[in-house]
């Protein structure tokens, strides 16, 4: 999920200093002289491992140390590293966003003296913030996507965390464009392995820059643009391809039919897409199914010289929904013929990037009166899973719902029943939805997944 609250928007607006020479300058050259310097890398085989395969990053921390959610801290003092990514919606490069973050109202911010240094061979920017006795570090993947890793503790604590950021790497290229084995001539193939989806084809590349940064939908601020593709077969410059991503389940999608004003909401225990809400109201323009062995919808819309179609696929891996929209536009006798849906659609797939695990580590757990259960399991892909106290629910097989996993504000992903046990731990994974008529949690899909910690 992206994080909005520690953008440079947000940053800037409480750390807006002029004069930089009211930092504890004593303090910053500790730190910053020897940031200027390969960070010297200890003996750290034996720390813990957080991992985030959606984000493609992972970093150690000491053995005594605890995470909760994609926060590391020692639990005997004030020492602790957050991570979070934050808002590039324009897919600036990293000096670009670092250029437009540092200054406001062309006034200087704190973070604007920051430091570079080098962190998994990619360049970051280091600043230490006297307010929070702590570091702020920015460092950018190769897809412009930003993150920042935020400590705050002693000074003393300066040798754990130049050891934890030299552990810290990118894993595992996630988004690729390349030339695909088959036979098509002039084939391509677009994978992306943060939202676990590719497609290929041939009449169509990659755009060097996205000309629109919103979905289109009712939901927008839950939608991200990933990128945007044009022909190769027309000089129709009209004729694109954008793929966007919703964060969250279809029964939360609402569709925008940006000609008519429509929306589309979708029920997925009908399987239909009703009108402006109304769960009575069908309508003919609504999306309808499409052939195909994926789940999946397509909108139709136009004023007859454009068309304007919308492709829209569940992710039955994750709690996402892919949108791939087309527009063509005939422009005198040039009719665009190489980029449509069924084409697209033929060489789409889903791909589910389960990380192994080699063996669960079994952690102490402090936690009382959990019924026999863990206190809190880690996912393979470093999703963390608490056991839910109290009255909860239970499935089609009468188990009951026994643990949240990811956001704690959002119950969309859970355990039921137990924990299967072995050298590799096993858990069942549900995406679930409520239905408020019913007063009842409905299961989406459910995937085996491994275990890779268990506190109990």
């Known amino acids: 999920m992206e994080n909005k609250e520690l953008g440079f928007s947000a940053v800037a607006a409480v750390l807006i200093i002029a004069a930089i020479g009211l930092v504890s ?13 390969k960070i010297e890398t200890d003996n ?19 053995l005594n140390w605890n995470l909760e959610g994609n926060e590391m801290h020692d639990p005997a003092s004030t020492a602790y590293l957050g991570i979070s990514r934050l808002e590039n919606p324009k897919n600036l490069s990293f000096d670009e966003w670092w250029e437009n973050g540092t200054n406001v109202a062309g006034r200087a911010t704190v973070l604007s003296s920051s430091e570079d240094m080098m962190i998994d061979g990619v360049k970051a920017k280091i600043a230490y913030m006297p307010e929070e006795n702590g570091w702020h570090v920015h460092i950018a993947d190769n897809q412009n996507h930003i ?6 503790g002693k000074v003393a604590d300066k040798q754990i965390f130049e050891k934890m950021l030299s552990t810290f790497k990118f894993i595992n290229p996630r988004i690729s464009m390349q030339v695909s084995t088959s036979d098509i001539a002039n084939s391509q193939t677009y994978r992306n392995e943060e939202f676990g989806f590719e497609f290929g084809g041939s009449g169509f590349e990659r755009s060097a820059a996205i000309s629109q940064n919103k979905c289109g939908i009712a939901a927008d601020d839950k939608c991200k643009v990933l990128v945007e593709f044009k022909s190769t077969t027309s000089k129709n410059e009209t004729a694109k391809i954008i793929v966007s991503v919703f964060s969250g389940n279809i029964a939360d999608f609402i569709f925008y039919d940006q000609a008519g004003g429509s929306t589309y909401k979708f029920d997925n225990l009908k399987k239909q897409w009703f009108f402006n809400g109304n769960d009575r109201a069908t309508d003919k323009n609504a999306p309808k199914k499409m052939n195909s062995n994926l789940e999946s919808y397509i909108f139709e819309s136009g004023d007859g010289a454009c068309l304007i179609n919308a492709i829209i696929l569940p992710n039955p891996n994750k709690t996402d929904v892919v949108l791939i929209q087309e527009l063509l536009c005939n422009v005198g006798n ?23 695990v080699d063996k669960t580590e079994i952690l102490a757990s402090t936690a009382k009166d959990l019924e026999g259960q863990a206190e809190k399991v880690q996912l393979a892909d470093g999703t963390t899973c608490v056991f839910m106290g109290g009255a909860t629910g239970v499935n089609s097989k009468n188990e009951r719902m026994n643990y949240q996993c990811g956001d704690s504000k959002n119950l969309s992903m859970v355990i ?20 408020a008529a019913e007063k009842i949690w409905n299961v989406l899909s459910v995937k085996t997944v491994d275990i890779a910690k268990v506190w109990r």
Do not use: C, H, M
């Open 334 to 356: 040039d009719i665009i013929k190489d980029i449509n849906s069924e084409t697209i659609l033929s060489a789409f797939k889903f791909i589910d990037l389960q990380t192994a």
């Open 416 to 435: 039921y029943g137990d924990l299967t046990e072995g050298d590799v731990w096993k858990a069942n994974i549900s995406n679930i939805e409520r239905d």
């Open 147 to 152: 993150y920042s890793l935020i400590t705050e």
């Open 44 to 62: 750290t085989a034996n720390w813990q491992t957080y991992r985030n395969a959606e984000w493609g990053i992972e970093i150690k921390y000491p």
């Open 25 to 37: 300058a004593g303090t910053y050259v500790y730190f910053t002289q020897s940031a200027k310097q």
